[in-house]
């Protein structure tokens, strides 16, 4: 994906601070300082323009969720999202994935979503999957026990090794499904990806992934 440089962005988004935390890592087992409230804490790991997430807390007000966006020019368009809808139960960190256990402490979270991350298809690459067993154990490090990691992608290729990288670590396969948007799923909200590939046709695999005390 090319992103196309908003220069403008940064200071924007250091403008809004009440919408993208501006420093997380003084909120680190304490997010419910952020929310006023100690509803369950769902994050999504490259929330890119923020379609899914921001729709997410808006059909589930009882549960709190942070869009987690490296790039400024990217996270700029979910800003703009959660500005307008003003929800109360979401945030934004512009920070990389790789630190997430600077901004957070075993039980924060309860729920990790993956949506349409980059492939890395090359086997040199294999580390830099979201999927990958390092970020798995990171994931594990900042969640409950019995967490949960919910997983969508057009690409048949990362699903396949995804799914092989949940099982050698040892995670309970909940769900799975092969071509989402034709199954009995519901309740399904799509990001810009999903609804960009299910218009030409593309399958869309899910799946549902458990850790194990």
């Not at 979201?130 to 997983?151: P, Q, S």
């Amino acid at each position: 994906m090319r992103v196309r440089h908003k220069p403008w962005a940064k200071e924007k988004i250091e403008q809004h601070p009440q919408y993208i935390v501006a420093n997380p890592e003084e909120y680190k087992g304490k997010w419910h300082e952020v929310f006023n409230n100690d509803q369950p804490l769902h994050i999504e790991v490259g929330t890119g323009k923020g379609q899914f997430i921001t729709e997410m807390a808006r059909t589930n007000p009882t549960i709190n969720y942070i869009g987690i966006e490296l790039y400024d020019s990217v996270i700029i368009t979910a800003l703009e999202r959660l500005i307008e809808a003003d929800l109360p139960n979401l945030r934004l960190l512009n920070v990389n994935a790789v630190d997430l256990s600077k901004y957070f402490a075993k039980n924060d979270v309860n729920q990790v979503y993956l949506n349409f991350s980059d492939p890395w298809p090359k086997y040199r690459h294999r580390k830099r999957r979201l999927t990958y067993k390092d970020f798995l154990k990171l994931y594990e490090d900042i969640m409950v026990d019995g967490g949960e990691i919910h997983f969508k992608t057009d690409n048949q290729g990362l699903f396949e090794h995804s799914l092989i990288s949940f099982s050698e670590y040892g995670l309970l396969l909940k769900y799975i499904s092969l071509d989402l948007h034709k199954s009995e799923y519901e309740g399904n909200i799509m990001t810009e990806y999903e609804e960009k590939f299910s218009e030409k046709g593309s399958r869309i695999y899910r799946c549902e992934v458990k850790y194990q005390n």
